[in-house]
């Protein structure tokens, strides 16, 4: 185990094989951040840095925030949806959610800020290169079908991958 844990521990250390720059929706302009991606043996590893999160008023409601990678290929929109065309979860094999090869683990904000490591097997990075990363307004609540009820889409970035 302490083996398994320095090896991905030492992935955080090297350029990433691909990453997303997040950015708000222009109802949240100071929301920025980005979503690293780690080829590793064991899956990809994901590394989440994101500032500038809404804070919530009241202090049961803090701040909860749906995170997915989405089908679509850009984070364009129109009035009512600024990320319409990243489109829905990511879900090539159909599965219902919260199994979507998309679906992440939620942002817990801290002032405004999170911080998110986790190893999946979901997906591999040929699979999301060019896909989107939404943060949504609201927690996933990992049971509403399709998509778990988690809210507007408050910021978009598009996966870019690196050459090695």
Known sequence: MNNNFSSIAMQLCRRPDAEAVIIGSEKYPLLCGVLRFYRTGGGVLCAAEIS???DKDTPCRSGVFGFHIHGGECCSGNADDPFADAEMHYNPENYPHP???GDMPPLFSNCGYAFSVFLTDRFSLRDV???????HSK???FTTQPSGNSGEKIACGRITGYCR
């Open 99 to 101: 199994y979507h090869a």
């Open 129 to 135: 290169i060019g896909k989107t990363v939404i943060i």
């Open 52 to 54: 500038g999160l809404p």
């Open 139 to 141: 927690p996933d609540d």
